[in-house]
């Protein structure tokens, strides 16, 4: 997103100015001096009627200021400088991505940006883009239910919004890359006590928190979704999460709720899968929302086929309930792990369809 000066709101972005609000991302010029400044700037605030706002350095620099030698705004990147680039890489997933249009993205040069996201990202943006294409694919080949899912990951690809640039949130870790190498992963296995469509549960999780909750239709199949999805992981039986199945069995069968909410995760994602799956944590258990739905209340209207691609790759079912989104009409959709244990899920939370 570029923050061009028509978007921003004056009496917030001057509030942030005389803050010295560092991560407020605009830039301002003094007219009176020619010089522009990032916010943060120890130089002395001037006077609002001298002031103009920008979006980006390459914006000021056209309209006349030169960079203060003091804040140096060429060479700082915004917060979000990352995720946009990101957003954008995962927009552009079948085209090459040329440096140069990254550092137009951020206002920066293309060198800065190819070093601020490797930074952050610990890969080049071409190797995150790689990385983000094999994952959509090995998804795709290995849910079973092909046509629904297929269909939205696909879909996904043509989404167009510009508008989910506009928060960052996490940042991809570069293992991600690596499908966990060099990670411990421990695991538990449990049956649902009704032994209906939900079979068996499995919790996988680092040290930071669970990264793996799946559904599967025995324990070994449950084990094998976790060494399939982290395969360069170190992976082995953990009978102290035995606890965190517990939990999750409980949150399932309606009770235990607050408990469950407190199992640490450790997702793992791009900013805007990250985004979705918070947004999906804030859906109340007997609650459904449309993708639609879902994508406009994240302020993202057009976004509804990306958001629909981010449910269908979460990776921990329960706790981030992707099973709380439906189709329009109420119609299930699809399932990573099933849509008859959607069904179930919804189910047992009392859900309205
Ligand atoms: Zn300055």
Not at 10 to 23: H, K, M
Not at 113 to 129: H, N
Request: proline share 5%.
């Amino acid at each position: 997103m570029m923050i061009n000066a028509n978007t921003l709101d004056e009496e917030t972005v001057w509030r942030q100015l005389v803050a010295r609000d560092r991560n407020a991302e605009f830039f301002y010029g003094v007219s009176t001096t020619g010089v522009f400044c990032r916010p943060g700037c120890g130089s002395r605030p001037p006077l609002r009627e001298n002031t103009r706002f920008f979006g980006t350095p390459a914006d000021a620099r056209a309209a006349g200021f030169r960079a203060c030698k003091r804040c140096k705004p060429e060479e700082t990147v915004r917060p979000s400088a990352v995720a946009q680039m990101c957003a954008y890489l995962e927009r552009q997933i079948d085209k090459p991505v040329r440096l140069a249009t990254l550092g137009k993205l951020i206002g920066m040069s293309p060198f800065t940006a190819q070093r601020v996201f490797k930074q952050a990202m610990g890969a080049t943006p071409s190797q995150y883009q790689r990385a983000i294409r094999a994952n959509a694919l090995r998804n795709q080949l290995r849910d079973g239910e092909t046509n629904v899912t297929t269909a939205i990951y696909d879909a996904g690809y043509g989404s167009s919004s510009r508008a989910y640039e506009k928060t960052p949130l996490g940042m991809t870790p570069g293992r991600f890359l690596a499908g966990g190498r060099g990670e411990k992963i421990g695991f538990a296995t449990a049956e649902s006590s009704d032994a209906g469509p939900l079979g068996w549960i499995i919790v996988g999780s680092t040290e930071r928190g669970v990264c793996w909750l799946a559904l599967a239709d025995s324990p070994e199949a449950a084990e094998a979704s976790l060494r399939e999805e982290f395969p360069a992981a170190e992976i082995a039986s953990d009978p102290t999460l035995q606890k965190a199945v517990a939990t999750v069995l409980e949150r399932i069968a309606g009770g235990g709720g607050k408990q469950a909410q407190n199992l640490p995760l450790d997702l793992r994602g791009t900013a805007f899968q990250l985004r979705v799956w918070q947004a999906l944590q804030e859906i109340p258990a007997g609650e459904t929302k449309t993708y639609s739905q879902l994508a406009a209340e994240m302020g993202m209207p057009n976004s509804t086929r990306a958001v629909a691609r981010a449910c269908a790759t979460n990776r921990v079912s329960v706790l981030v309930p992707c099973h709380r989104v439906v189709g329009v009409s109420g119609s299930l959709t699809g399932y990573r792990w099933g849509v008859e244990r959607k069904r179930q899920l919804l189910k047992a939370e009392g859900a309205r369809r």
